[in-house]
């Protein structure tokens, strides 16, 4: 077993939980944004991208299959 091993079952759980880092970014935005009602938030902006940016690529990544 090498250290990149890895079973379909972790691969899943890591990909499920970068899709939520993602959904868990624009969740805040939406919410931050109608709580107080300023769509136009740079703080907001920064930490909304971040998550999504993550989640993204790190769902993108843990999805790829191995040849």
């Not at 993602?22 to 107080?36: K, M, P, T």
């Amino acid at each position: 077993m090498t250290v990149n091993d890895q079973s379909q079952g972790e691969k899943n759980i890591l990909s499920l939980f970068y899709a939520l880092l993602a959904g868990a970014g624009l969740a805040f935005y939406i919410s931050w944004s109608f709580l107080h009602g300023t769509w136009t938030d740079i703080g907001v902006y920064s930490v909304s991208v971040v998550l999504i940016a993550f989640g993204i690529v790190g769902y993108m990544l843990y999805s790829l299959d191995e040849e």
